[in-house]
């Protein structure tokens, strides 16, 4: 697991592997301790690599038991990552490597390769956990036929494919599509399946089942809702059909990660399954949603078409991601969808962007590809093909994206090849459009206008900043969706797409008898931040107005913004102006509850910090988060004597149903309840707890009791009766956490942790208090340090079992350098303490020293 001396890998450095590998068998025979795993592999020389090479497997943590050539015994060369035969002892033509090893999967911990949770055996692979499960180029272009055989008395036994023969105590799986070794999967375990039947659009049969521990088979039924709704959605808009006889999804409680795409044989995080109105809450059901199709539309956009090499991750995942957005919007409202898309890519993907671990979509080095599935590769890359889709239009779009599977179907592909299917298609030449891909940072844009004589002019500047590697930028191509309205509130100019290349330029609109206002960047059309001295009357007016309902959300949100950096920065009190147009479209009734509750949501602490960084400012989390709750209590003062008949005029009306328009009406409901909250010091919050009769409600009144320093009772109550539930005692444990005042997040932390339920090693719980920490903006950077250390003490001990995740939540510090000296040498101490402790991973080792601006020597 350590790396004394790690490799960076190098983009450029890429060549195909020296043999293919045609064909290969596997059989396991399992065992918690000692595990067989034979693997007969059909290789031949790959043509495209001409001479005479050895032959180098990865393989790490196996025990090798035999290995031989065409039948005869070999002494390969060993050391602990690979197995290599050398060349003079390989035949010139094809021949069958056959090894025999020995793994331990009830031992690992790491949850990547082949590993147990709760009795039941699973494989994580992506990126490179083949290669814990046998010797094998573990690498995502090389792809074959895979069949496995399973030895086990456990009664389900799974992999990819179809189901071939069952034996007493065996099965056999066959795989007729080539994949890669990241895509192999199995499962062995006592489990009960929630099945269903899907016919595709040619006629074949497919059975669907959902896998998961007895008990859980009643909250299966959401989650193969949305896998059948996926289905017929990538049909009918994607025209992309299921290619096997089954499809299997298997529910664990021990993963890395949200899900995996495995061929055939989709593995998840038990938390993104399974649902049932009482455990779990809409935003749960909307996750589940969208995580169930993100991983069926793998099949086609990651599986059939994978990578050539895990640079170009984005090809899979930037796509798959936006199909996934495609497909929720289509699911639910568009717009709310948009909305929540662009807060998550800013909160998560502008931070990691304007700090020390931005990197482009398609990174050129790297010393742990895990370190790589970041909001960069998976959000940006959705917005970059959002934007090449503006460009293009949505016709040229679908001829591109048929032309792409046509041309690439069983391809390992590239960036480029992608690229050239959108340049054939539509005979545009992408070059500049490709610095989307290989420039990492957030462009500014800034907007100037002007108007006169009936000609109005937008002027825009595109600033590139300098990121770690990356001191000079490229001009980069923006799709900037802009209407005009006259000020009656009328379009005067629609939705048009002005196509800026330049690093400063501008559109003339001619003909207008008023000076308009402008609404830029509709729908959010290009990933930059937007700078424009706009006066606050005409963010109210486009708030009020604006015919485009991402925009108008955006002017309230930027007006609020505007209000809360004034209130922390001059101390200022609430703008009575932005109280008014709030309160207004709250108690609008003709506005969708879903978008009224996100215009309820506050600016986040951690956005506003940035906010005041990138302005040259020196963010305060204490004076920010004071400044959050006084805006939160005027505009509870603000809407006061409306909050209860709002809140009861938005009740369920009849049974729970997790649809959109339900689930809007209850987060307009549970965000009014939290404002009354602030007025009746929780009465009405601990009423609405005893009546809940869903998680949403539940959480949502347990939040707001919280809030206001109540809920220790309800707390109590949440815990006794979810004790028996991993899933949802998560909740309970980040809830607390979330809603700590800043001085007492930390301690409030260190007692949960130090609690008998505190299963550390599982990440799901894990991350719901670690986590839950770093996310308390106020809490994670309070003066004392003791949130510094808390986290930095966790990832330690979490380290040597789990790298993977420790490396993941270490990203809590990655904004370190935007406080104050007294926080920075705080923080800047843990992250040389980590640094400084023998045997890191090379997981964690690799993102501290990016965090500590220490290059590895490349
Ligand atoms: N492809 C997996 C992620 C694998 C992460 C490996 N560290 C899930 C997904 O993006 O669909
Ligand atoms: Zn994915």
Redesign the pocket.
């Known amino acids: 697991m350590t790396h004394p001396t790690p490799q960076t890998i190098h983009l450029a450095d890429y060549k195909p592997f020296t043999h293919l590998v045609e064909k290969v068998d596997l059989t396991f025979t399992l065992s918690p301790s000692a595990t067989k795993v034979k693997a007969r592999l059909a290789l031949a020389p790959n043509p495209a690599r001409p001479g005479r090479h050895a032959l180098r497997l990865d393989g790490e943590g196996l025990r090798l038991v035999s290995c031989t050539i065409d039948g005869a015994e070999v002494a390969p060369k060993l050391d602990p990552t690979s197995l290599t035969v050398p060349a003079r002892l390989l035949p010139k033509r094809p021949f069958i490597l056959e090894t025999v090893v020995e793994i331990a999967p009830e031992a690992n911990t790491a949850l990547t390769g082949l590993y147990m949770s709760r009795g039941m055996y699973c494989t994580q692979c992506?990126?490179e956990g083949f290669r814990r499960i046998t010797f094998y180029p573990d690498r995502p272009d090389v792809m074959s036929r895979f069949k496995v055989r399973i030895e086990s008395k456990l009664p389900i036994l799974l992999s990819n494919g179809n189901p071939v023969r069952r034996g007493k105590a065996s099965a056999v799986w066959s795989d007729p599509w080539p994949k890669p070794s990241y895509l192999f999967a199995l499962v062995a375990g006592d489990l009960v399946s929630h099945s269903a039947k899907y016919t595709t659009r040619s006629g074949r049969e497919v059975v669907l089942n959902i896998w998961v521990r007895r008990g859980d088979e009643d909250r299966c039924a959401y989650a193969m809702d949305s896998l059948i709704r996926s289905m017929r959605w990538d049909e009918e808009v994607y025209g992309r059909e299921y290619d096997l006889n089954v499809f299997n999804i298997v529910a664990v409680d021990d993963f890395?990660?949200?899900?995996?795409?495995n061929k055939g044989l989709n593995i998840f995080n038990s938390r993104y399954v399974l649902a049932s109105p009482e455990t779990a809450t809409d935003e749960d059901f909307a996750r589940i949603e969208a995580i169930i199709a993100?991983?069926y539309f793998?099949n086609w956009t990651g599986n059939r078409i994978t990578c050539r090499d895990w640079f170009q991750l984005c090809l899979k995942?930037g796509l798959?991601v936006f199909r996934d957005q495609q497909f929720s919007g289509d699911m639910r409202s568009a717009a709310v969808r948009r909305i929540e898309d662009v807060m998550t890519l800013r909160a998560r993907q502008f931070r990691e962007d304007a700090g020390p671990l931005a990197h482009p979509v398609r990174p050129d080095s790297f010393v742990e590809i895990?370190n790589f599935?970041t909001a960069t590769v998976y959000e940006k890359g959705a917005e970059v093909i959002g934007m090449l889709k503006r460009l293009v239009g949505d016709d040229a779009y679908a001829r591109a994206l048929d032309l792409y599977f046509d041309r690439h179907d069983g391809d390992a592909a590239t960036i480029e090849d992608w690229l050239k299917v959108f340049e054939d298609a539509t005979g545009r030449d992408l070059s500049q459009f490709k610095y989307w891909y290989t420039e990492a940072g957030t462009p500014r844009l800034n907007v100037t206008d002007h108007y006169a004589d009936g000609v109005y002019t937008l002027t825009f500047e595109q600033e590139n900043p300098a990121t770690p590697g990356q001191p000079e930028k490229h001009p980069k191509v923006l799709p900037i969706a802009v209407g005009l309205l006259n000020p009656n509130g009328d379009e005067v100019v629609p939705t048009t797409v002005l196509e800026m290349t330049k690093a400063r330029q501008s559109f003339r609109f001619e003909g207008l008898a008023a000076r308009p206002i402008p609404s830029i960047l509709r729908g959010f059309s290009a990933a930059v931040v937007l700078d424009r001295d706009t006066p606050p009357s005409e963010r109210a007016f486009l708030l009020a107005h604006d015919t485009d309902p991402f925009n108008r959300w955006e002017a309230g949100r930027a007006l609020a913004k505007d209000v809360l950096r004034r209130m922390v920065t001059e101390g200022a009190e609430p703008a009575t102006d932005w109280l008014d147009a709030l309160a207004h479209l709250v108690l609008d009734e003709t506005l969708d509850p879903a978008y009224r509750a996100l215009a309820l949501r506050l600016p986040g602490e951690d956005d506003m910090a940035q906010t005041l960084h990138s302005a040259g400012l020196v963010p305060d989390p204490d004076r920010i988060h004071a400044a959050r709750r006084r805006m939160g209590d005027a505009l509870a003062a603000r809407l006061g004597p409306r909050l209860p008949r709002l809140i009861d005029d938005l009740a369920d009306a009849g049974p729970f149903t997790p649809d959109a328009k339900a689930a809007g009406r209850r987060a307009l409901r549970v965000a009014a309840l939290g404002l009354l909250s602030r007025l009746d010091g929780g009465a009405a919050a601990e009423a609405a707890y005893a009546r809940a009769n869903n998680m949403t409600e539940e959480i949502g009144a347990l939040s707001a009791c919280l809030d206001v320093g109540k809920g220790r009772a309800q707390l109590d109550l949440f815990q006794a009766r979810w004790s028996h539930d991993p899933n949802v005692m998560d909740k309970w444990f980040s809830l607390q956490i979330a809603h700590a005042a800043p001085a007492e997040a930390a301690r409030i932390t260190a007692r949960l942790t130090d609690s008998p339920g505190f299963d550390w090693k599982n990440p799901n719980r894990f991350r719901s208090a670690i986590g839950a920490l770093s996310a308390n903006h106020a809490g994670f950077h309070h003066l004392s340090g003791a949130a510094y250390r808390l986290v930095a003490d966790w990832l330690l001990r979490l380290d040597p079992l789990n790298p993977?995740t420790a490396a993941r939540v270490s990203t809590a510090f990655e904004t370190w350098r935007r406080y104050d000296p007294a926080r920075r040498q705080l923080a800047k101490a843990e992250l040389e303490r980590i640094l400084a402790t023998p045997k890191l991973s090379r997981d964690l080792h690799e993102m501290i020293e990016r965090m500590l601006g220490v290059a590895w020597s490349a």
């Open positions: 992506e990126a890395n990660m949200g899900a995996m795409e993100h991983e793998h995942e798959t895990n599935y993977q």
